[in-house]
């Protein structure tokens, strides 16, 4: 295996297992469920991953909250995804349903959802009009947008507005 990560499946040591766990912390920012599970990956103890999720918490290298408003602004930010798809990335991650309703809001809050759809179809589709597209042409992007988690209301109606333009 590449990098400098434990190969050891036996490891206990707390302070091998806190200076694994700020590789991973250094390359990109985790929720504890991900530093927990890569850490055991490696084969640090529970005690060790305990200690070490515990350290990299006191030092504020790990922070759920903190990693669930960045990643839902990053998902918004990009058009990658917004509302459900947010919350089920976050969920899939680990982090707690409050926290990922409250990430989802506050980036609801920076970005809209209806303009950023807007502008995506604007950049993806530039030449998409909803009164002379085909069924099959209609299905592709309100689908794009579905599996992105816009609702499908917001679909029709952005879509629709921007055809008649």
Avoid: H, W
Avoid at 7 to 20: E, P
Avoid at 97 to 111: G, M, P, R, T
Avoid at 126 to 138: G, V
């Amino acid at each position: 295996m590449k990098g400098s990560m434990p190969m050891d499946r036996s490891k206990s040591n707390d302070s091998k297992a806190f200076s694994a766990a700020l590789r991973m912390l250094t390359r990109r920012d985790r929720s504890e469920t991900e530093l927990r599970q890569k850490l055991k990956q490696f084969g640090f103890s529970l005690a060790a991953i305990n200690n070490a999720v515990k350290k990299c918490q006191e030092y504020n290298y790990l922070d759920d909250k903190r990693y669930a408003s960045e990643r839902a602004r990053s998902l918004m930010r990009t058009g990658r995804g917004v509302g459900r798809k947010i919350l089920l990335d976050l969920r899939r991650r680990g982090i707690s349903d409050e926290l990922a309703q409250q990430a989802v809001i506050d980036a609801e809050s920076e970005f809209s959802p209806a303009d950023l759809l807007r502008e995506q179809l604007q950049r993806r589709f530039p030449d998409f009009n909803y009164t002379t597209a085909d069924q099959r042409e209609r299905r592709r992007v309100i689908g794009f947008f579905q599996r992105r988690g816009f609702s499908l209301g917001d679909i029709f109606d952005i879509i629709k507005d921007e055809s008649y333009s």
